[in-house]
């Protein structure tokens, strides 16, 4: 299984915002720190915000900051939110589809996928925000 681009942009927002620790970020701070498309992440932000993940500060001095707290982002939930379905094949018009016990065994697969994000929030992924700062602000001095 793969997640899409727009899953991961997803996580490195929440990631990065995170490590930030309530301190308002723009996108276009985000998109430099992780060498990544402003105008894509512009559209992953708004979504997160649309769905609470985010909170979106107007104004000369805004920007962008969790939605709520870190330990309270659940992992699983957001992959669910970001990704949509997770039919992994597609059956419809297979001429086996009536008798094949694949889409049942990938079923399970997912469930246990999904299991496995459950357990975790946003707090667990970045739970060493001293150091993920420290990274951003390295790629930083880098893009200098």
Known sequence: MKLTRYTDYALRVLIHLAADQGELASIGRIAARYD????????VVQDLGRAGFVETVRGRHGGLRLGRPAGDINIGA???HTEGGFDLV?????????????????????????AVLDRYTLADVAARPTELRALFGQ?????S
């Open 36 to 43: 990544i498309s402003q105008n894509h992440l512009m559209k």
């Open 78 to 80: 957001l992959v669910r």
């Open 90 to 114: 597609d059956c419809e018009g297979c001429v086996i589809a009536h008798a094949c016990g694949l889409p049942r065994l990938l079923a399970e697969a997912t469930r246990a996928f999904l």
């Open 139 to 143: 790629r930083e001095t880098a893009l």
